[in-house]
């Protein structure tokens, strides 16, 4: 299965552990699907050390459908976000440790690089 092809799947059917990093960066990690449409992330991570970094599970927030749209392009095709293929099961078991806080649901905000391409920009 290809990236574009991993990536579509896990943004049209979102399960708990999906981690969705830009180069490795961490973008969000779902960590429930709920009945009503919404979904449970953590966006909030911190440096552990030098070379790990932990997800603050404590801080999850449920978020609407539209929130997965900041993993994909907004003027072409793709994503500009990539799912990882290693579930982090881990930071969900922690969550639920927590007793899966949740703060309120949090606006969907376009993520943060709005991709245009070079004829976009006028380049």
Known sequence: M???EKN???FDNPQPGDHWHERF???FLVLDCLEDGTFIICDQYKEVNNNLLSWEVEKAERVDRSYFNRVK???IEGFVADVST???TGAVAK???FG???ISLKQHQPYASDFRTVME???
């Open 2 to 4: 290809s990236f574009e």
């Open 25 to 27: 960066i961490p973008c």
């Open 95 to 97: 969550w639920e440790i």
């Open 86 to 88: 290693v579930k982090h």
């Open 8 to 10: 579509q799947a896990a």
């Open 100 to 102: 899966r806080p949740v």
């Open 121 to 123: 920009q006028g380049v």
């Open 73 to 75: 392009y907004h003027s």
